[in-house]
């Protein structure tokens, strides 16, 4: 339908602007939970049309920042807007637009810039402003490190994260149940199907909601805080391995000439030791004098035979020439490594590391993530320049060249990565990237970014990588249910329901109620509670109704929660 043709008439719908890979995704969802949705699209794979037209979309073929298009995608009488164009400026100029028509209506704006979608949040009053990059970052990062992670949050101050954790036959959550789990752990369970009497065994998968900190030491995933709290508690640990960082990424030829002189000086201590009749310390004394030509001439072997002669002069040629060849590659080293810090490019670790390939949107904020946990990254793009090149060489290695290449992964040393995430905008190149990386790096983590979910599916299911994610299915139900419900905080679908996690203040009516009798009241569950820690009443911190003091306390009006809505997902 064009906007020149007659408007028909809409009530109660979602308007869907932009039907790109976002747009089309959430567009799909809310047509699964049953809401009716008016799409506003230039232009978009036909495919794409024909499949939200199938699925009982409408569709309109216009520019959104049109008013007379608006007018007639119904917005009079819209339930909600979502500008999800693949352009931050027409998803700002259609939110304006909408809120200068309707000032109450609640608007859900695509943006990459989180700074400036928090000042729209604040100022324009739209509800929430999403980047499908920055909610799609966090589940990519922590699906290099081992761990799926369904949806991140704030609260606080403080970080949160809901993820599936596996039940190991030694893990501290064997033989626990889900009450127990939440008082000795400080965590939600948000299997709504599980039996909460019933223990968790090994091999069960548990959705956990919790602090970071408390979700990465159930899941297994090492902490920077934790690292640097160990280092701190035994100096000679930390010493040993910052001692090994230095040993791994020296040059291999460094390496070979250091224990080339260790093995000679070893065994010249013993030929000495015994054909001079010197004790331990004095033979140490005279190899180290001999290789380093200081030859003080207080030791000498001319009272010795002709073989320890012989010996001795082969030890100072050696001694002599490998010191030389030792100290130039020192030198070398040394020198590259301070312009290398002088000019902000750090090294390419020799092992352990993750490599990104595909610094766009979406890969920038995986690098991101993964350095703020701490992680040694090497971002490696076809083509990495300006401020964003001049960032990333602040924090970690960067690696100019196409990623489908093998050359250019061995640049990235792939082949000791823990983990390669192929992270462009072309499914076939990541597909791509991921194979090879599999084929260079047997041992390490693949996880690749497609956009097709059967694809992802059968990628998986073929064991050609280890995860295949889709940014844009990851983040739809943040931008779903930031249209259907205030105080959003996350969300996540998983075949049977759309589960959302929203902050509520509790009523004046349930003053004094408990959290389970508050829940009931509001129709939703109560998984954390904001406690005053303060007398000035700062809320300092969010913990679950039973999961420690003062524990399920009666709840005051006004008091913030958090709760779990789930609304069903009919398959299909």
Known sequence: MSAASGAPTFSGHIIVCGLGRVGYRLTLLLLRLGEKVVVINQAAREDWLRAARAAGAEIITGDARSAATLALAGLAHARAVIAATNHDVVNIETALDARQQRPDLPIVVRLFDRDLGGMLEERLGVRRALGSSALAGPTLAYAAVGEEVLATLTLGGRPFVVGRVRVEARSTLAGLTAAATERQHQVVVLDEARDPATPLAAGDVVTLLGEQARFNALSGVTTPAAVASAAAATPPRATWSALRRSWSNAPAALRVMFLFLLVLICLSVLVFSFGMRLSLVDAIYYVVTTVTTTGYGDITPKENGAFLKLYASLVMLIGSVTMAILYAFATDFVVSERF??????????????????????????????????????????????????????????????????????????????????????????????GLHARRLAPHARVVVRLFDPDLARKVEAGGLVDVALSPSRVAAPAFVAAALHEGVQAAFADETSLCVLATRRVPADCDGLSAAEVGRRLGARLVLVARDATSSGAVQDWTAPCAGPPGDAPLRAGQQVLCALRQALPVG
């Open 340 to 433: 290398r810090k002088v000019f902000g490019q750090p090294t390419v670790p020799k092992s352990g590391h993750k490599v990104v390939v595909g610094v766009g949107n979406v890969g920038y904020r995986v690098v991101d993530e993964l350095l703020a946990a701490g992680r040694a990254v090497v971002a490696v793009d076809l083509k990495i320049e300006g401020e964003l090149a001049a960032a990333l060489r602040q924090r970690c290695s960067v690696v100019a060249g196409d990623g489908r290449v093998p050359a250019t992964l061995e640049a990235a040393n792939v082949a000791g990565a823990a983990a390669v995430v192929a992270a462009t905008g072309d499914d076939a190149a990541n597909l791509a990237v």
